[in-house]
């Protein structure tokens, strides 16, 4: 047994959820303040066998791994036009911080 | 020393806690979000030295294990009087989830 | 790599995570909702290479230790002014209760 736990961009954190659950395995969402200095994290817990770990790590990596990804420009409405990017920005998003810890013993009561 | 991971149901979490302190162990609550996709339920971190691990093991045990529950039935004010159903029903309830994870180093500073 | 779990008081946690921050360590706050039976504290995830360990201790400590406070005298208005102590007392606060992972793998997505 292993106790995986992952933090992520809270955006990232329903379709990775929902993976999860589609693949049978059990997740715990722990209300996190702040993620890895990033605001808007959530951290997932995760109890897998170990020869399921593997299958756990790639849906993790499938939902969250950063990425660039196009904005549209804010309307300067109330700010400094000068400041106005008239074009898509990119932007990174996503990425995950994922530690597999070690478990003496597993209980389910 | 052992630090013990339990997702438990909230209805099961004020007990567990006060029988827990009855014992002399120490936990913190983790505010959690989805308990291993059911809702409402709390995590528990219980750090113990070796010796204390089944004692507290048994603790949460004896306050929530899963089990069969018969729950009134409600009134269908309102509802559909067609699937109305007049006596009380058995539904399980309770249930922990529990790892016990090995700490290389403790420090109460 | 290591995963400190370290349980201190919110009043501790402001400075903490800005000392960690400045030294270059990653954290992870979770929301807390009874920080080892004493209420308002918070639990913060560190993770960091084993090499580390001991400056990310050294940070708790000096932000989080446990040591005396003055506190001035709240003034007996609306209280029953018998039992007004009229000179600053000396409070407990602070402490920390820090646990370190061993962490099996670590990946960054
Ligand atoms: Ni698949
Ligand atoms: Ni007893
Ligand atoms: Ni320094």
Excluded: W
């Excluded at 990033?38 to 399921?52: A, L, P, Y």
């Excluded at 400094?80 to 209980?107: C, H, K, M, R, W």
Aim: a neutral charge; one cysteine or more.
């Amino acid at each position: 047994m292993k106790l995986i736990v992952a933090i992520v961009q809270d955006k990232d954190s329903a379709k990775l959820l929902s993976d999860l659950v589609d693949h049978n395995f059990r997740a715990t969402k722990l209300a996190t303040t702040g993620g890895f200095l990033k605001s808007g994290n959530t951290t997932f817990m995760i109890g897998t066998e170990e020869i399921r770990v593997n299958k756990a790590l790639e849906i993790i990596k499938r939902n969250c791994q950063a990425r660039e990804q196009y904005v549209a420009p804010v309307s300067p409405i109330g700010g400094n036009a000068d400041s106005y990017i008239p074009y898509p920005v990119e932007v990174e998003v996503g990425g995950a911080t994922v530690f597999v810890l070690p478990v003496d013993q597993f209980y389910h009561f």
